[in-house]
C-alpha cells in the first residue's frame, strides 16, 4: 500500500494540472480562489495544487479577473477564472 506522500510524488504533473484545471472550470464565471480549489483536493499537498495555478496561467488556461475573496486565514486571496469562461 503506498503511503499519502508516495501517491503525491508518483502523481504525473500533467495529470495534476488537468484535474486543477477541471475544478477551476467547473467553479463557473465567477471563479474561485486557492483554498477552495485546495478544499477540493484534500488528498494533496498545497505545493502541488498552487504551483498548477501559475502553470496554467503561463498557458492561458485561467485568467486572474482582479477580484479577491476572503480565504480560510481570513486574507483575501485571488479569484481564478478558467479559460472557458471569456474574459
Known amino acids: 500500500m503506498m503511503t499519502s506522500s508516495e501517491a503525491?510524488?508518483?502523481?504525473?504533473?500533467?495529470?495534476?494540472?488537468?484535474?486543477v484545471y477541471k475544478v477551476i472550470s467547473q467553479a463557473g464565471p465567477s471563479g474561485i480562489h486557492s483554498d477552495e480549489v485546495r478544499r477540493q483536493m484534500p488528498g494533496l499537498a498545497y505545493s502541488s495544487v498552487t504551483a498548477r495555478f501559475s502553470s496554467l496561467a503561463r498557458k492561458g488556461r485561467i485568467w486572474f479577473p482582479g477580484t479577491t475573496r476572503k480565504g480560510d486565514s481570513?486574507?483575501?486571496q485571488r479569484v481564478m477564472v478558467a479559460d472557458r469562461w471569456s474574459r
Open 8 to 19: 503525491a510524488v508518483s502523481v504525473d504533473p500533467r495529470t495534476l494540472e488537468a484535474e
Open 74 to 76: 481570513g486574507r483575501q
